[in-house]
């Protein structure tokens, strides 16, 4: 996705037309609009939650939703996998795919641009299954009634798939058979949030929708202040998205209700900005990034600022969020580890391109990948997470490359899924 930067002209305009619009209601709009925000702001303790960190699963057997946990974390700090990897497999899926999968069962579940949902086999990679949904698929799906995730007595097991045709449609995961499916006649981009016997998902049109998986229709729908494109997150008895409005908003999760909403700080004229990244939530806090260019930790509790980081451009990537650190990327070419607590960058490094996809932090290592402009130019590479140095590179890459249960790590490139497992 492109965005236009405002050139000084349109900069100069606004700053002219806030002198003409002008006095106090406009200076006082401008403080509440986040017109002349200060930058970064760095935190402290207080409210920080250290019991409430992601949870490590040294022999996970399933990572089943985009995140791997409810909280979006998209961290296993207790899974060691490190190089050197022996390629098992590769999957030329044939078009973009733009999430990467989610491993259940013995599966590899995953959407393509092309509409198409498949499953591999987890050990050789041969196609279990493919099915057509109708639409192109721009998320990760949700597996939902497998081992490792549980769904509540008399549910069938789903594979849950949302569309850029605006549905929301539940597959067999043993089979890829159409169980149902649920216009929303929006475009939907974010992941299912599976909790609570529903998923939860965001639309283009600004809704915030939970389904039933037992009745097949929407439970509650709540209004956002723009597009939601980022995965919601759990957190507590709330569901938490950021919009394209510029908002971060807990909606409690029994009716959707708003528990609290929160402005995103912006630069000097230039507003909230907009949200395409999704929440993670870990330590009491709710990390996310904003196409202004800025991180922000808040409360999980009252949506409270507990510290700003403002990035060098625009920040698309969702955070992973594990010992302490958030990890994220930005349009100015580097990975980030930020201190969870204040906001204090730790370190960073230069990739040579753009991110704008989410890391995920496996074990010591941060997996990322880069945007080039010439596709076939973009790299994944594995970084030490607590230095930030380089320890593998993969010759593709794109968006979210990696996910891992035991014994097996899953990158994704391109239009390409590998498999790959420890060199032994």
């Given at each position: 996705?492109?965005?236009?930067?405002?050139g000084?002209?349109?900069?100069?305009?606004?700053?002219?037309?806030?002198?003409?619009?002008?006095?106090?209601?406009?200076?006082?709009?401008?403080?509440?609009?986040?017109?002349?925000?200060?930058?970064?702001?760095?935190g402290?303790a207080?409210?920080?939650?250290?019991?409430?960190a992601?949870?490590?699963?040294?022999?996970?057997?399933t990572?089943?939703?985009?995140?791997?946990?409810?909280?979006?974390?998209?961290?296993?700090?207790?899974?060691?996998?490190?190089?050197?990897?022996?390629?098992?497999?590769?999957?030329?899926?044939?078009s973009?795919?733009?999430?990467?999968?989610?491993?259940?069962?013995?599966?590899?579940v995953?959407?393509?641009?092309?509409?198409?949902?498949?499953?591999?086999?987890l050990?050789?990679?041969?196609?279990?299954w493919?099915?057509?949904?109708?639409?192109?698929?721009?998320?990760?799906?949700?597996?939902?009634?497998?081992?490792?995730?549980?769904l509540?007595?008399?549910?069938?097991?789903?594979?849950?798939?949302?569309?850029?045709?605006?549905?929301?449609?539940?597959?067999?995961?043993?089979?890829?058979?159409?169980?149902?499916?649920?216009?929303?006649?929006?475009?939907?981009?974010?992941?299912p949030?599976?909790?609570?016997?529903?998923?939860?998902?965001?639309?283009?049109d600004?809704?915030?929708v939970?389904?039933?998986?037992?009745?097949?229709?929407?439970?509650?729908?709540?209004?956002?202040?723009g597009?939601?494109?980022?995965?919601?997150?759990?957190?507590?008895?709330?569901?938490?998205?950021?919009d394209?409005?510029?908002?971060?908003?807990?909606?409690?999760?029994?009716?959707?209700?708003?528990?609290?909403?929160?402005?995103?700080?912006?630069?000097?004229?230039?507003?909230?900005?907009?949200?395409y990244?999704?929440?993670?939530?870990?330590?009491?806090?709710?990390?996310?990034?904003?196409?202004?260019?800025?991180?922000?930790?808040?409360?999980?509790?009252?949506?409270?600022?507990?510290?700003v980081?403002?990035?060098?451009?625009?920040?698309?990537?969702?955070?992973?969020?594990?010992?302490?650190?958030?990890?994220?990327?930005?349009?100015?070419?580097?990975?980030?580890?930020?201190?969870?607590?204040?906001?204090?960058?730790?370190?960073?490094?230069?990739?040579?391109?753009?991110i704008?996809?989410?890391?995920?932090?496996?074990?010591?290592?941060v997996?990322?990948?880069?945007?080039?402009?010439?596709?076939?130019?973009?790299?994944?590479?594995?970084?030490?997470?607590?230095?930030?140095?380089?320890?593998?590179?993969?010759?593709?890459?794109?968006?979210?490359?990696?996910?891992?249960?035991?014994?097996?790590?899953?990158?994704t490139?391109?239009?390409?899924?590998?498999?790959?497992?420890?060199?032994?």
């Amino acid at each position: 996705m492109r965005i236009r930067r405002p050139g000084r002209r349109a900069t100069a305009a606004l700053a002219a037309a806030a002198v003409v619009l002008g006095g106090a209601g406009a200076g006082a709009y401008g403080l509440v609009a986040g017109w002349f925000d200060p930058g970064s702001r760095e935190g402290d303790a207080e409210g920080f939650l250290p019991e409430r960190a992601p949870r490590p699963e040294p022999a996970a057997g399933t990572w089943p939703e985009y995140g791997r946990d409810a909280g979006r974390t998209r961290a296993n700090p207790g899974l060691r996998l490190a190089p050197p990897f022996r390629r098992a497999w590769t999957h030329d899926a044939g078009s973009l795919v733009e999430f990467p999968p989610v491993i259940g069962g013995g599966r590899v579940v995953f959407g393509t641009n092309a509409g198409l949902a498949v499953a591999l086999d987890l050990d050789t990679g041969r196609v279990l299954w493919r099915r057509r949904l109708g639409g192109a698929v721009a998320s990760s799906p949700a597996l939902a009634g497998v081992p490792g995730a549980p769904l509540p007595a008399g549910l069938r097991p789903v594979a849950l798939f949302t569309t850029m045709r605006g549905d929301v449609i539940a597959l067999d995961p043993a089979t890829g058979g159409v169980r149902w499916r649920l216009p929303l006649r929006s475009p939907i981009e974010s992941s299912p949030l599976v909790l609570d016997g529903s998923a939860y998902v965001g639309t283009r049109d600004g809704r915030v929708v939970r389904v039933s998986l037992a009745t097949r229709r929407p439970v509650w729908t709540a209004r956002a202040a723009g597009e939601v494109k980022g995965s919601l997150a759990r957190s507590g008895d709330a569901v938490v998205a950021g919009d394209y409005g510029g908002r971060v908003t807990a909606y409690a999760r029994r009716d959707g209700r708003v528990r609290w909403q929160t402005t995103s700080p912006g630069p000097r004229l230039r507003g909230a900005g907009r949200f395409y990244a999704g929440p993670a939530v870990a330590y009491g806090r709710v990390f996310i990034g904003n196409v202004n260019g800025r991180v922000l930790a808040l409360s999980a509790r009252t949506g409270e600022v507990a510290w700003v980081r403002v990035l060098g451009d625009f920040v698309y990537s969702s955070a992973a969020v594990a010992d302490r650190t958030a990890y994220v990327g930005s349009y100015d070419r580097h990975l980030y580890a930020l201190d969870a607590v204040t906001g204090r960058v730790r370190w960073r490094t230069d990739l040579g391109e753009r991110i704008t996809g989410s890391p995920t932090v496996l074990g010591d290592l941060v997996w990322v990948s880069t945007i080039a402009r010439r596709p076939r130019d973009g790299i994944t590479v594995a970084l030490d997470a607590r230095t930030g140095r380089r320890v593998f590179t993969l010759r593709d890459g794109r968006y979210s490359p990696a996910v891992a249960v035991r014994g097996h790590l899953v990158l994704t490139g391109v239009r390409t899924v590998y498999g790959l497992v420890p060199a032994r």
